[in-house]
């Protein structure tokens, strides 16, 4: 359950990657910024699609032929790259690009192969996310507005536990996993750190509100294993008893009369 909705924050984030540099604009308002976001956005996934559909099976059919690791690594790359470029070069984030190029090449029939060849570039990779996240955490910030910082921390994750769990209960989840379901969600997703500094680079949010919003984003998720591990001891307290009495009561033969 906890995964469904972490990729639908995934596809969720789009819209937002596509809007953000329109809004930083100098003309119109939000009726014209969303007017012209839907413009590009619509001919950047019309290409793409176009490219996805027609070219890029029949391009990886070539490659795959050389039998060389290097060629399928470089037409992995060329593609996210040339992508990125794409959306970038129509005013979207190069971001949205890469998205989207991923979203491409896990429908070919390489994918396989494709998650093989990447997976060294992506520990990297996330190992360096990480590592810039790290420098995110302002100390001397958390300090001189630790009041400040606690609140914002503990209010999100609040919030979005109290809203996850009664979204899983309406979803017919029992209660010990609704209520361990909304605690693994309540962190602010690393997509924060993307929208953050894409707002900034554009001028839409001061250095001071980001340094503060980022460094309460990576608090929240240095937060989770300690959520997801207390989520799961009260699930076992609040389902266990109940799940304990249903096997039971399976279990049980039927009198003979």
């Known amino acids: 359950s906890s995964f469904g909705v972490l990729l ?12 953000t540099p329109i809004l930083a604009g100098s003309g119109g308002g939000l009726g014209a910024a969303l007017s012209s976001a839907g413009v590009q956005a619509s001919i950047a996934l019309g290409t793409i699609a176009l490219v996805g559909k027609f070219l890029l099976k029949p391009f990886f059919d070539t490659v795959a032929k050389a039998e060389s690791q290097e060629p399928f690594v470089g037409a992995i790359l060329f593609t996210v790259l040339g992508m990125s470029f794409l959306t970038a070069g129509l005013g979207l984030s190069n971001t949205l ?3 989207l190029a991923g979203v491409l090449l896990s429908e070919t029939k390489y994918r396989h192969e494709i998650e ?4 060294p570039f992506r520990g990297i990779l996330v190992g360096l996310f990480f590592f810039t996240v790290g420098f995110e955490i302002d100390l001397q910030l958390i300090l001189s507005k630790a009041g400040l910082i606690s609140s914002i921390v503990l209010g999100l994750m609040t919030m979005k536990t109290i809203i996850a769990t009664s979204l899983a209960l309406a979803f017919g989840l029992s209660k010990g996993t609704s209520q361990r379901v909304g605690l693994i969600l309540s962190q602010g997703g690393e997509f924060a750190f993307v929208a953050f500094r894409l707002a900034r680079s554009y001028g839409i949010l001061s250095d001071e509100i980001t340094k503060l919003m980022l460094t309460c984003v ?4 240095a937060l989770t294993p300690f959520a997801e591990e207390f989520g799961s001891k009260m699930a076992q307290k609040i389902d266990g008893p109940a799940k304990i009495e249903a096997k039971k009561g399976k279990k049980e033969p039927k009198k003979k009369r």
């Open 8 to 19: 639908l924050q995934d596809l969720a984030v789009v819209p937002l990657l596509v809007i």
């Open 97 to 99: 690009g890469a998205f």
């Open 116 to 119: 093989k060849e990447i997976a």
């Open 218 to 221: 990576s608090l929240t998720m």
